[in-house]
Every structure is written in structure tokens, then in C-alpha cells.
């Protein structure tokens, strides 16, 4: 069975950073790349970037470049999202995405996003 | 930036009935658009690919159409599970991923 668990809600004060991880199962975690995408409390969804878990490559939404960084750890089938410099504004859940086409078969996002993560709340306030 | 645009805000149909969703993008995506569906307090779904190719396990009620600039999302007969907001997305030209705004189908 396919799927991607995130880590728990996290309370941040502002300027502080947060880490939510992704532990992907049921496939295998190289093969395929991982997107995180937020969404603000009552709003729609933002694309925040995607790493390459076989290469550690990523491409970051230019919103965001500066003060996220993706990694991941192959031994432990885990994507990370770190964001830093925290404002009230980056209240909201974050979920991580596998994008559907596999390495090397096609052009990223074809198939879509198609299996995404529970999701994870970070809440930032004084 | 591709800024992607979905009406209306909320519709409001009865069981059974259909439902028609519009996504339109400020410059042509060809046929590189998404839908997802999103439930209450769960994360998205993916529905539509490819502007009309279904995904894995979604009922042959969820239809989607277009190209270019105009997409349709289209449920024929809204069962009580598809009480929803519905998101567009198009993957043409980007970095940036974009979304819509997103659609409300409630029971009327």
C-alpha cells in the first residue's frame, strides 16, 4: 500500500524554523519525485518546490527561495521541508506529494500529484 | 506566472443532479491541467490528469475537458461523497505549479 506519513503539528514562534518530514512506503522512495505543496487556513493550495530523493536535486518556488531547503534520507525512505524565518503568514498545512511519473519515464507532474501525505499543521504565533 | 481561474466560487446542487466546473488559465496550458478533490480536513485527491484522463480507482461519473485556455470538470450525478472543493492546476509552464482557486459543490 502506497503512502506518505508526515510528522505532527508543530507551535513556532516568529523567526524560528520548522522541519516536517515525510516517510514514504509502498513504493520505492528513489524512484519518484516529492513535491510539498501548503495551504492556509481557509485559502487554496501553493506549490512550495519538489526534491529528487535519488539525486537530492531540487527546484524551489521562487516565493520561497532563500528560506526553504528540501533534503531527504534514502536509508530511511524520508523527505524533509524545512522553511525558516517564520511569519504568520506560513501558518497553514503542509503536505508532501509524490509526483506520479516514475524517474526516467516521462516528464515531470504528466500524471499529476498522486499521493499525498496527511498533511501537517504548523501554526506560528507570538 | 500562469494564474488559474476557477468559477463559479460555490455551486450548490442537489443529489443525483450534475455538476459543471470551470478552470480557465491566463495563457494556454494545452492539455497539461489537473483536478483535484479535496473533503474536509483530508488532503487533496487526485481526479483528473492530462485534462481528461482519469485517475487510478475515480468513478467514471468525474469527467474532464478542454484545451488551451478552458477546462470542464464535469460530475454527472453528485453522490453525497462528492461534497467537496475542487482544485484545478496546470503543469505547461512552470516552475511555479499554480492552483485555482478552488470550487465548493455543496448540497442544495
Known amino acids: 500500500h502506497v503512502q506518505l506519513v508526515q510528522s505532527g503539528a508543530e507551535v513556532k514562534r516568529p523567526g524560528a524554523s520548522v522541519k516536517v518530514s515525510c516517510e514514504a512506503s509502498?513504493?520505492?522512495?528513489?524512484?519518484?519525485?516529492m513535491h510539498w505543496v501548503r495551504q492556509a487556513p481557509g485559502q487554496g493550495l501553493e506549490w512550495m518546490g519538489w526534491?529528487?530523493?535519488?539525486?537530492?536535486?531540487?527546484n524551489y518556488a521562487q516565493k520561497f527561495q532563500g528560506r526553504v531547503t528540501m533534503t531527504r534520507d534514502t536509508s530511511i525512505n524520508t523527505a524533509y521541508m524545512e522553511l525558516t524565518s517564520l511569519t504568520s503568514d506560513d501558518t497553514a498545512v503542509y503536505y508532501c506529494?509524490?509526483?506520479?511519473?516514475?524517474?526516467?519515464?516521462?516528464?515531470?507532474?504528466?500524471?499529476?500529484?498522486?499521493?499525498w501525505g496527511q498533511g501537517t499543521t504548523v501554526t506560528v504565533s507570538s | 506566472e500562469i494564474v488559474m481561474t476557477q468559477s463559479p466560487a460555490t455551486l450548490s446542487v442537489s443529489p443525483g443532479e450534475r455538476a459543471t466546473l470551470s478552470c480557465r488559465a491566463s495563457?494556454?496550458?494545452?492539455?497539461?491541467l489537473a483536478w483535484y478533490q479535496q473533503r474536509p480536513g483530508q488532503a487533496p485527491r487526485l481526479l483528473i490528469y492530462?485534462?481528461?484522463t482519469r485517475a487510478t480507482g475515480i468513478p467514471a461519473r468525474f469527467s474532464g475537458s478542454g484545451s488551451g485556455t478552458e477546462f470542464t470538470l464535469t460530475i454527472s450525478s453528485l453522490q453525497s461523497e462528492d461534497f467537496a472543493v475542487y482544485y484545478c492546476?496546470?503543469?505547461?509552464?512552470?516552475?511555479?505549479?499554480?492552483f485555482g482557486g478552488g470550487t465548493k459543490v455543496e448540497i442544495k
Open positions: 506529494a509524490r509526483d506520479s511519473k516514475p524517474l526516467g519515464f516521462g516528464e515531470l507532474m504528466e500524471g499529476g500529484l498522486d499521493v
Open positions: 509502498g513504493y520505492t522512495f528513489t524512484g519518484y519525485y
Open positions: 526534491i529528487n530523493p535519488n539525486s537530492g536535486g531540487t
Open positions: 495563457q494556454s496550458v494545452s492539455s497539461n
Open positions: 492530462g485534462a481528461s
Open positions: 492546476q496546470q503543469y505547461s509552464n512552470w516552475p511555479p505549479l499554480t
